[in-house]
């Protein structure tokens, strides 16, 4: 049985690697939050986890005042409006995140540090306005699993920027032409 090489934790290959999964993550954050406010605003009562969510639950206990919190279909008034207008600046936030992240280490940690807010938002919205704050609990262990993929990336990113860049390997005959002694 063949075992596994070791990986090496500060190779340019397994940062770049963080990298991208910390990216991944926060489009998927970005898509999801996008797919719950089409259900908020069609009034299904779907909830995707894995998103943002105190653009959503600004928006929806917002929805909820201009409705006066009465069972049924709730309209979507100018308050709600204006608060999808409000989630859609912090999306675009989290989208230029993401488009920069890929050049500039610190637009993954200014994704991180949103997203840690968003977090203690939760935990505050959760046990603040809920009746039953656990009902949340797997929102808050998959909020804590994308916060854990952020720092990683922001991490790797702040690494890679430091470590220098790979030479690239000289042709064995040219390096036969310029030093003689090599060989």
């Avoid at 959760?126 to 039953?132: C, I, P």
């Avoid at 804590?144 to 042709?171: C, F, G, H, Y």
């Amino acid at each position: 049985m063949k075992s596994k090489d070791p990986v090496d934790k500060n190779s340019r290959k397994f940062l770049e690697r963080k990298i991208s999964t910390g990216r991944s993550s926060l489009l998927l954050i970005i898509v999801l939050t996008v797919v719950n406010f089409g259900f908020l605003l069609a009034d299904r009562g779907t909830y995707f986890l894995f998103s943002a969510s105190v653009p959503y639950y600004l928006t929806l206990f917002m929805k909820g005042v201009e409705n006066n919190f009465v069972m049924g279909s709730w309209e979507n008034g100018p308050i709600t409006m204006v608060c999808v207008a409000i989630s859609a600046i912090v999306l675009v936030i989290y989208l230029l995140c993401w488009i920069f992240s890929k050049k500039g280490s610190g637009w993954m940690t200014a994704a991180m540090v949103l997203f840690i807010v968003d977090t203690v938002g939760l935990v505050v919205i959760s046990f603040g306005l809920l009746e039953d704050p656990w009902s949340n609990i797997i929102d808050f262990v998959l909020h804590i699993w994308a916060v854990a993929e952020l720092i990683m990336a922001s991490n790797a990113a702040r690494k890679l920027k430091t470590m220098p860049q790979e030479q690239p390997i000289a042709d064995m005959a040219d390096l036969s032409k310029t030093d003689p002694e090599v060989f």
